[in-house]
T-cell receptor, first 114, second 114 residues
Framework: GESVGLHLPTLSVQEGDNSIINCAYSNSASDYFIWYKQESGKGPQFIIDIRSNMDKRQGQRVTVLLNKTVKHLSLQIAATQPGDSAVYFCAENRGGEYGNKLVFGAGTILRVKS | DGGITQSPKYLFRKEGQNVTLSCEQNLNHDAMYWYRQDPGQGLRLIYYSQIVNDFQKGDIAEGYSVSREKKESFPLTVTSAQKNPTAFYLC?????????????FGSGTRLTVV
């Protein structure tokens, strides 16, 4: 079936560097994407979202880029901090006969070295 | 404060037993969802409900059952038919109008079969 997936399972970065987490999706009809951060033993925390009519969206220290041509999105974290260490998921919002639902990728572990 | 509450945080089940996980929200959200998360994996959709007294199967509904008698509550029962129930279970709710950014997650229930 169609799914959302990630390229890199683990990413290690030095504190202060920028981080880039990638995600590929296969459902070309999806029109909404979300990035979540999950810390150990906790539920996912919303970071940033983007609609398919946009290529880029910026938040506080984070930027999401969407390339619909190659069905790829990325999350950029500027000046990565130890508190950014977590698992990051991209998710695809799919509409349908029974309403919206989120389809998640496998996740990328981000480790920040001090 | 509005939010979504899952209980218990940890749950132990003997093989052959049914157990029910609680999910309550006071956000006045119409839609509610149950996800399962296995170690090193993303979230997979079990069941979801867009309105009271109606719910739909997700990708891995076998061995699970739900009810939606009240807007605020969406309990999940893990039945004895679920052969590998040990996992982290996450409940979420959303407002359809907001799409992905309207999803709120609970803090999860970790179920272990003993």
């Amino acid at each position: 079936g169609e799914s959302v997936g990630l390229h890199l399972p683990t990413l290690s970065v030095q504190e202060g560097d920028n981080s880039i987490i990638n995600c590929a999706y296969s459902n070309s009809a999806s029109d909404y994407f979300i990035w979540y951060k999950q810390e150990s033993g906790k539920g996912p925390q919303f970071i940033i979202d983007i609609r398919s009519n946009m290529d880029k969206r910026q938040g506080q220290r984070v930027t999401v880029l969407l390339n619909k041509t190659v069905k790829h999105l990325s999350l950029q974290i500027a000046a990565t901090q130890p508190g950014d260490s977590a698992v990051y998921f991209c998710a695809e919002n799919r509409g349908g006969e029974y309403g919206n639902k989120l389809v998640f990728g496998a996740g990328t572990i981000l480790r920040v070295k001090s | 404060d509005g939010g979504i509450t899952q209980s218990p945080k940890y749950l132990f089940r003997k093989e052959g037993q049914n157990v029910t996980l609680s999910c309550e929200q006071n956000l006045n959200h119409d839609a509610m969802y149950w996800y399962r998360q296995d170690p090193g994996q993303g979230l997979r959709l079990i069941y979801y409900s867009q309105i009271v007294n109606d719910f739909q199967k997700g990708d891995i509904a076998e061995g699970y059952s739900v009810s939606r008698e009240k807007k605020e509550s969406f309990p999940l029962t893990v039945t004895s038919a679920q052969k590998n129930p040990t996992a982290f279970y996450l409940c979420a709710s959303s407002t359809q109008a907001l799409g992905g950014s309207g999803y709120t997650f609970g803090s999860g229930t970790r179920l272990t079969v003993v």
